[in-house]
């Protein structure tokens, strides 16, 4: 990854996680707790495709588990959003442009949801079965809904920072493709255009009138 990424991501991350611990995990909300460490990997890796987002989920969970107060074994948070910031990476557009708000939304839903259950899934492998004493439905539900309701503040403000420490790539491209409908725009609407084709016209003319004095020279001399 480049610097700029590195560092762009390093202070997301870190922002992300403390207003994590330091505010939504003090809502005391029913269910699950809005994961902004997670919308964070999710709009990073729409940016920087999918090992871009791998890595950054890898070293986004890893700060996660190791920042207190974790209380479960190191790596298996990271696990799980290195693998969401993949499969997030994988729908990143050629053009780096989303056509809608509607798949990135599919995509929080199915990342709540996965992250969930991937998270459920490895704490019952390494003996974790404080997941069994929640109601899984209603865990499920209440984290795809609080992601889903806090992504519209995030996700977009992250890849905007994202493409803007990357260059602008999607920026740069439309200024080009206004530079080239404003060139054409001046040469359809300026007459510059239509003053080629009339100095086009003009040399035909001048070519044509310069064959009949040829040729008038041609006969004179016949006559003679």
């Known amino acids: 990854m480049r610097v700029n990424r590195i560092l762009l991501s390093g202070a997301l991350v870190v922002v992300a996680l403390v207003i994590q611990v330091s505010v939504l995990a003090r809502l005391h909300l029913?269910?699950?707790v809005p994961d902004l460490m997670l919308l964070t990997v999710l709009g990073l890796a729409m940016v920087y495709g999918h090992v871009g987002g791998a890595l950054v989920g890898f070293g986004a969970g890893l700060l996660a588990d190791l920042a207190p107060p974790a209380d479960h074994a190191a790596g298996r948070y990271a696990l799980v959003l290195c693998v969401v910031g993949y499969f997030a990476g994988l729908i990143k557009p050629e053009n780096g442009r989303l056509k809608s708000a509607t798949g990135p939304m599919l995509v929080v839903v199915a990342a709540a949801i996965g992250s969930t259950l991937l998270y459920a899934g490895v704490g019952a492998l390494v003996g974790d079965t404080a997941a069994r004493h929640v109601g899984m439905t209603s865990l499920l539900i209440t984290a795809a809904l609080y992601d889903l309701l806090l992504a519209p503040?995030?996700?977009?403000?992250v890849m905007?920072?994202?493409?803007r420490a990357d260059g602008d790539p999607l920026t740069e491209a439309n200024s080009g493709g206004k530079a080239d409908?404003?060139?054409?725009w001046i040469s359809s609407g300026t007459g510059m255009r239509i003053g080629g084709q009339r100095s086009g016209l003009g040399a035909l003319k001048a070519k044509a009138r310069t064959r009949n004095v040829r040729v008038g020279r041609i006969k004179g001399v016949k006559r003679l």
Do not use: H, K, Q, T
């Open 181 to 184: 409908i404003s060139s054409g």
């Open 30 to 32: 029913p269910g699950a």
């Open 160 to 163: 905007a920072l994202a493409r």
């Open 153 to 157: 503040f995030v996700v977009p403000g």
